[in-house]
């Protein structure tokens, strides 16, 4: 598990709001692409995304400062969300090399939970049905 210090973490997978930087894009599978580097989006973008009556986070995945107590995520001492994820990446064997991330070093899931955490971020989308959850474990199974 990373040590480091989580005072200044970054939610890998924040609603989008003032301050948010696009982290990903889902494609066809289900899956997010992980982008080389944070993109700025601004109110615009997310006016003109909304105005088709859909919600950003179903497609895009964003990233900013952890507000931790603020989040319904948030257990009181860690991310739900990164503990979750963690456990069932016990599952899954580790026969795939590690995504690269451009927020590794901030990232709170990953100073939370470590390396493990990676073999199943792309498969996480911020607003998601229960039947796209299911059908994301069958495949990694």
């Given amino acids: 598990m990373n040590k480091g210090s989580t005072?200044?973490?970054?939610?890998?997978s924040s609603k989008y709001m003032e301050g948010s930087r696009l982290l990903g894009i889902r494609q066809i599978d289900g899956s997010v692409s992980i982008l080389t580097k944070t993109l700025e989006i601004d109110q615009t973008f997310i006016e003109n995304f909304?105005?088709?009556?859909?919600?950003?986070?179903?497609?895009?995945?964003?990233?900013?400062?952890?507000?931790?107590?603020?989040?319904?995520?948030w257990t009181g001492k860690e991310c739900g969300v990164a503990t979750y994820l963690s456990k069932?990446?016990?599952?899954?064997?580790?026969?795939?090399?590690?995504?690269?991330?451009?927020i590794r070093n901030e990232?709170?899931?990953?100073?939370?939970?470590?390396?493990?955490?990676?073999?199943?971020?792309?498969?996480?989308?911020?607003?998601?049905?229960?039947e796209e959850i299911d059908e994301y474990f069958k495949m990694l199974l």
């Fill in 7 to 12: 005072k200044d973490a970054l939610c890998p």
């Fill in 50 to 73: 909304r105005s088709n009556g859909d919600e950003p986070e179903q497609q895009f995945r964003f990233t900013n400062k952890c507000i931790k107590n603020g989040c319904k995520q």
């Fill in 88 to 102: 069932a990446a016990e599952l899954i064997p580790e026969k795939k090399a590690l995504p690269k991330c451009p």
């Fill in 107 to 130: 990232c709170r899931w990953h100073k939370q939970e470590g390396d493990k955490i990676y073999l199943l971020c792309p498969g996480v989308i911020t607003t998601i049905t229960k």
